[in-house]
């Protein structure tokens, strides 16, 4: 079964330092990954995603995540933080074995907040 | 654009009663699920629909239903809610398929069970 692993419920940073958000997944067959963000009170949005090729992807409002197969982590990146990107963040993994079914698992969920 | 349209916003029932929570997009996607959200736990899967005709259990689909009323249309109901039920529902469509499979989310739906 496919699952993934947020270790952090918060991540606190100092505005203008770098930030990372930590992610593992496991599937049985090669995975779709994915970061989304939510600010209080909406629905998540989707930041970033990875499919195949390059191992740095980069997302909506200056993020980027580095996928690691040998680690089985996709963690979400951004090398100077604002105080607007205190929000709570999602990664999540859909199992390439169901590719029809598009079941996609979510981890849960990493709050970050950016001091100023 | 209106996306992914859900309601109620809010409800409030008394342990035993049902109900049914509606969602709706407008993108001619194939693919939609819901998803409750409760502190701690993240979003866990309900339900999903990976094309209009078809409905599959998700991680926690004990005490719920759905129907896949047409390609727009995704209802989730409670035919008996409990307190356990109260959280923040979630519906999601994407295009589905073999695409990359991004979601897009409704605005969600608070449901408290007393």
């Known amino acids: 079964a496919q699952s993934v692993a947020q270790p952090e419920d918060q991540v606190n940073v100092a505005e203008g330092n770098p930030l990372t958000v930590k992610c593992t997944y496991s599937v049985s067959g090669n995975p779709y990954l994915f970061w989304y963000v939510q600010y209080p009170n909406r629905g998540l949005q989707f930041l970033l995603k990875?499919?195949?090729?390059?191992?740095l992807v980069k997302g909506s409002y200056g993020f980027e995540a580095e996928f690691n197969k040998s680690q089985t982590s996709f963690h979400l990146k951004k090398p100077s933080a604002l105080v607007s990107d205190s929000a709570l963040y999602f990664c999540?993994?859909?199992?390439?074995?169901?590719?029809?079914?598009?079941?996609?698992?979510f981890g849960s969920g990493t709050r970050l907040s950016i001091r100023p | 654009n209106a996306g992914v349209t859900q309601t109620p916003k809010f409800q409030v029932l008394k342990t035993g009663q049902s109900m049914t929570l509606q969602c709706a997009q407008d993108?001619?996607?194939?693919?939609m699920y819901w998803y409750r959200q409760d502190p701690g736990m993240g979003l866990r899967l309900i339900y999903y629909?990976?094309?209009?005709?078809?409905?599959d259990k998700g991680e926690v689909p004990n005490g719920y239903n759905v129907s896949r009323l047409n390609k727009r249309e995704f209802s989730l109901r409670l035919e008996s809610a409990a307190p356990s039920q109260t959280s923040v529902y979630f519906c999601?469509?994407?295009?589905?398929?073999?695409?990359?499979?991004?979601?897009?989310f409704g605005e969600g739906s608070r449901l408290t069970v007393l």
């Open positions: 629909s990976a094309s209009e005709g078809t409905t």
């Open positions: 993108m001619n996607h194939n693919s």
């Open positions: 999601a469509s994407s295009l589905g398929g073999y695409s990359t499979g991004e979601l897009f």
């Open positions: 999540a993994v859909r199992d390439l074995r169901y590719s029809s079914a598009s079941k996609i698992i």
């Open positions: 990875y499919i195949t090729g390059d191992n």
